[in-house]
């Protein structure tokens, strides 16, 4: 019975130990989430978003933590060039010295008289902004409305180039005021945002775009060593039968460009709603270690797979699925994001049907797994969303193609364009890898068997298996405020002066760490 009694109480709290939390709650829209977390203190987190505001059309909004993600500051609304513009595709960075840069695009969203890229700075951690600097027009760039989905990158490697500012941007899906070639661009900043470059392409010779992707999107990254990275795709008959997809880098702040390739590919995608976008990202400690992630049928159905370089780019490893659910069971994935923490390893995070059934209108969570270090698969995956939520077809509009992750030590945090009130809000979650959410899927291959931890609930203290003593506990609240952590003495903990509620227990000696649902009742 008390097996039982352990199994229905951590199944009837699992939501609440990792609930998330809704950081927008608009009444209209919200999407296109991006966070950030301050290289230099873990603490200090900053969300920037798209948000519906009456007479001002679309916005970007920002919030900041500063303890961790337990509490976030009132929102604030970033500027419009003409008051008649539109604003989207928010990116957001934290330089070293604890600078916090928006990148977004600020245009007539109408006519496409006017428009730009523009990137505001915050020197009081993204509670207030600055004027925004324009970093690319589209007068830069004739028949191309190169501002679209713009992404930006800060170099923070402490070399010579740090404090660099990376923009990328494609041109506009505007067949009737776009002509090919189509290209990526770049443009740069080496005095903290107060001016940028004229804007270049990324691509060249033998590794162009292209005249069919229409928009070819540049993923941008810095790695360890400064050194700018960027991968974009080609369909170019005259290069490859294959699509093919290009690494374009520079050791000279953008000035001259190297380029390899990264992955070819004779596949397409049979599901045109998904959200296809693929993500580059580099190990903040090896210098030669960078992965792409990216979604592929070849299975039959679209799964995450990730590529890796061990040697800067120079070869790259087979496709490594990502997602763990049945091979070829016609369940479709999108909306990946990936980060790597401190200690090299990787986390990725998509959206998953696999609670849903097949096709994009299925039911969906998001998801994750932890690729370590030391190890060459995946770990299990794990729910970040605390419900499965009905599928809406605001998700299929535009507005809404990428998710975000930051990873730092064994925390992520994620945030995420979410339906579950009936309008797309921003939600957002924090958990320990060694503390996946517990939910319905995940109970169902638990060991129960093997919980060293009794009573729960439990009003005054929580026994814990003795091979645990000697190493230590934390106890963290179901917004991932540590309230009390401490050396395991023995085989007791007391809980007593907690308040009554639902908190996670993670315990750990050695290289040894499991963590539990814990219910402290009065």
């Known amino acids: 019975m008390k097996l039982l009694y352990i199994f229905l109480c951590c199944w009837l709290t699992a939501g609440i130990c990792a609930q998330n939390s809704n950081l927008s709650g608009g009444l209209i829209y919200e999407g296109e989430p991006y966070i950030v977390i301050n290289p230099q203190n873990s603490q200090h987190l900053v969300v920037a978003w798209m948000g519906f505001q009456f007479g001002q059309k679309v916005v970007i909004r920002t919030t900041t ?45 109408e006519s496409f008289l006017n428009g730009a890229i523009v990137v505001a700075k915050s020197t009081d951690g993204g509670l207030t902004w600055g004027v925004p600097i324009e970093a690319i027009n589209i007068s830069q760039c004739p028949n191309q409305l190169c501002v679209d989905r713009p992404w930006m990158v800060v170099d923070n490697s402490g070399t010579s180039s740090d404090g660099t500012i990376y923009v990328t941007s494609m041109n506009a899906g505007q067949p009737s005021l776009v002509t090919p070639p189509y290209h990526p661009y770049l443009s740069v900043s080496t005095d903290q945002g107060a001016s940028f470059s004229s804007p270049r392409f990324l691509d060249t010779l033998n590794f162009q775009a292209g005249s069919i992707i229409d928009k070819p999107m540049p993923t941008p990254a810095v ?20 699509a093919q997809a290009f690494l374009a880098s520079s050791s000279d702040l953008g000035i001259t460009l190297n380029h390899q390739l990264v992955a070819q590919s004779a596949q397409g995608f049979s599901e045109n709603s998904t959200k296809k976008g693929p993500l580059l990202v580099a190990s903040k400690v090896n210098a030669a270690h960078y992965a792409y992630v990216t979604l592929a049928e070849i299975n039959g159905d679209l799964d995450v797979f990730v590529t890796e370089t061990l040697d800067a780019g120079m070869t790259w490893g087979t496709l490594q699925r990502v997602n763990d659910d049945p091979v070829g069971n016609g369940v479709l994935q999108d909306l990946v994001w990936a980060d790597f923490n401190e200690q090299d390893d990787l986390v990725v995070c998509w959206r998953d049907r696999r609670n849903g059934g097949g ?62 009130n009936n309008v797309i809000n921003i939600f957002y979650n924090k958990m320990s890898v060694h503390n996946p959410v517990l939910n319905i899927s995940t109970i169902a291959s638990t060991e129960w068997y093997d919980i060293p931890i009794y009573p729960n609930p439990s009003s ?63």
């Open 65 to 109: 933590s500063f303890d961790g993600g337990a509490t976030w500051s009132p929102i604030s609304n970033l500027p419009h060039i003409a008051s008649t513009n539109s604003s989207a595709d928010p990116s957001v960075r934290i330089d070293n010295l604890g600078n916090v840069y928006v990148c977004y695009i600020d245009y007539d969203n």
């Open 359 to 420: 096709g994009f209108s299925a039911d969906s969570d998001i998801y994750s797994a932890v690729k370590f270090a030391d190890s060459l698969q995946f770990s299990e995956n794990f729910a970040v969303t605390d419900v499965t939520v009905t599928h809406d077809p605001m998700l299929e509009n535009s507005g809404n193609d990428f998710m975000s992750v930051v990873f730092s030590n064994d925390t992520i945090h994620s945030v995420w364009g979410d339906v579950r």
């Open 223 to 242: 790695g360890a060593d400064g050194r700018f990275l960027a991968v974009y795709p080609s369909y170019e008959l005259s290069q490859s039968v294959f």
């Open 460 to 522: 005054n203290f929580i026994n814990v298996d003795d091979e645990f003593i000697e190493g230590r506990y934390q106890l963290y609240t179901s917004n991932g405020k540590l309230v009390k952590q401490g050396r395991i003495v023995n085989t007791r903990i007391e809980i007593s002066e907690l308040q009554a509620g639902s908190y996670r227990m993670i315990l750990s000696v050695g290289s040894k760490v499991q963590s539990f649902c814990v219910v402290k009742k009065d």
